[in-house]
């Protein structure tokens, strides 16, 4: 029997894929699942329940730590964001598990790997953009592409008629993805856009109600643009931001909730909770503030932009990626220091920021006398940089002479 390597979840779409690849195309069906920090008991009865559906062999590999130093971190020195509100906890998460799965794919010499993503959303592109790259020679199998099911109430029938225990029901549909970055919703009352999610929804942050009266200080600090240290004490990448995943839920940080265009063209509603990494991004920015120059800064923030619709498109294993990553390490040499924060009930302060690489001069910045700054140079300056449009002016009503005879 042929193979066919699943990105399996042990959710309603992937519980009743893997029945369905056997039904349909006779495959022996190999399981995969990543660890990417689902969260206590997600994993949980994974391989028993896949083997109970018709896998025959389960594959469940912790990527936490790879997910954190190789995908989180080089995003974070990015500072990509997508529509300027995503941190994009379940795009970055893609190209890991997707590659994941290949390689195990590659191993079990199988024809083909499959996923549950719908014909509607992004993480399809994102599956298949990994697979292309790296195993051209693998047939991709999109099951929401191709059969007969046409809804989440029709994946639920399925479910029943072959007696397939799954975690979502009729009553509540919305999908739900986490791993350490983030959690997203979608679906279900989310999907009008005039209606409040339920509080009772948020697993990871508290409202602004319920936060502490008190604000919490943190400090976090970075070596060469990566997090290193919290509150002083070294941390291992996924204890870090573990801990920063706490303190900003427990202060109310890190919920967001939009309305996104998907890279298929229509508009999609989500909500989304990313505390730790809405700190990272945060504190990050404000060292960056100190230890890179103006220009670079600048021309940083439009290639944040590009990385961000690269990660959000599925496209972390293009040329292109690869050639800004060199650019944006480069820019991080000096992000070295310490960052300071004030959490109060979903607010972000900073208290303080210091470098050994600041840029930052006293006594240059000072409103007070100084000897370093002739005041004077600003004239000619003005006078030089404002020439354009001095010389415009001049000849405005010149132009209008001659045009109007």
């Known amino acids: 029997m042929p193979k066919v390597v699943l990105a399996y979840s042990g959710g309603l779409d992937t519980s009743i894929i893997v029945r369905w690849l056997k039904e349909e195309y006779g495959y022996d069906v190999i399981a995969f699942?990543?660890?990417?920090?689902?969260?206590?008991?997600?994993?949980?009865?994974?391989?028993?329940?896949?083997?109970?559906?018709g896998a025959s062999k389960v594959y469940i590999q912790d990527l936490r730590k790879e997910?954190?130093?190789d995908f989180i971190y080089p995003m974070l020195q990015s500072g990509a964001y997508y529509e300027k509100t995503y941190l994009m906890g379940t795009a970055i998460a893609r190209p890991l598990i997707a590659r994941a799965m290949v390689q195990v794919a590659l191993r079990e010499n199988a024809v083909a790997v499959a996923h549950g993503s719908t014909g509607k959303g992004n993480?399809?592109?994102?599956?298949?953009?990994?697979?292309?790259?790296?195993?051209?020679?693998?047939?991709?199998?999109?099951?929401w592409r191709i059969w007969d099911i046409r809804s989440r109430m029709d994946a639920l029938e399925y479910a029943k008629r072959y007696n397939i225990p799954v975690p979502v029901t009729a009553e509540k549909p919305y999908s739900m993805d986490r791993n350490l970055w983030h959690i997203s919703y979608?679906?279900?009352?989310?999907?009008?856009?005039?209606?409040?999610?339920?509080?009772?929804?948020?697993?990871l942050t508290c409202s602004p109600e319920q936060a502490p009266d008190k604000p919490?200080?943190?400090?976090?600090?970075?070596?060469?643009?990566?997090?290193?240290?919290?509150?002083?004490?070294?941390?291992?990448?996924?204890?870090?931001?573990?801990?920063?995943?706490?303190?900003?839920?427990?202060?109310a940080v890190g919920r967001v909730d939009i309305v996104e265009n998907r890279l298929v063209g229509m508009k999609s509603r989500g909500v989304?909770?990313?505390?730790?990494?809405?700190?990272?991004?945060?504190?990050?920015?404000?060292?960056?503030?100190l230890t890179i120059d103006r220009e670079t800064m600048h021309f940083k923030e439009a290639v944040g932009i590009k990385y961000g619709e690269i990660i959000?498109?599925?496209?972390?294993?293009?040329?292109?990626?690869?050639?800004?990553?060199?650019?944006?390490?480069?820019?991080?040499?000096?992000?070295?220091?310490?960052?300071?924060?004030?959490?109060?009930?979903?607010?972000?302060?900073?208290?303080?920021?210091?470098?050994?690489?600041?840029?930052?001069?006293?006594?240059l910045a000072t409103f007070e006398e100084d000897e370093l700054y002739d005041q004077k140079d600003a004239g000619g300056f003005i006078n030089l940089f404002g020439l354009p449009l001095q010389v415009e002016g001049m000849l405005r009503d010149t132009w209008k002479n001659e045009v109007e005879g």
């Open 33 to 53: 699942a990543a660890d990417v920090g689902q969260g206590p008991g997600e994993l949980d009865g994974l391989e028993e329940k896949a083997l109970a559906t």
């Open 67 to 69: 997910f954190v130093e």
């Open 123 to 143: 993480d399809q592109v994102r599956f298949e953009l990994t697979a292309k790259a790296l195993a051209p020679q693998l047939k991709i199998i999109a099951p």
């Open 186 to 203: 979608e679906g279900g009352i989310l999907e009008d856009p005039a209606k409040a999610p339920l509080e009772e929804m948020f697993l």
């Open 216 to 251: 919490a200080e943190v400090e976090i600090s970075f070596e060469k643009g990566v997090p290193s240290a919290l509150n002083g004490t070294p941390m291992d990448p996924v204890a870090l931001l573990e801990s920063l995943n706490k303190i900003a839920g427990e202060n």
């Open 272 to 289: 989304y909770e990313t505390p730790g990494g809405t700190l990272l991004y945060f504190a990050h920015r404000e060292l960056e503030q």
């Open 312 to 363: 959000y498109y599925g496209l972390w294993y293009s040329p292109l990626r690869k050639s800004l990553d060199a650019f944006i390490k480069s820019t991080q040499e000096k992000v070295t220091g310490d960052v300071k924060l004030k959490l109060y009930k979903g607010n972000i302060d900073v208290l303080s920021k210091r470098s050994p690489y600041s840029l930052y001069h006293p006594g």
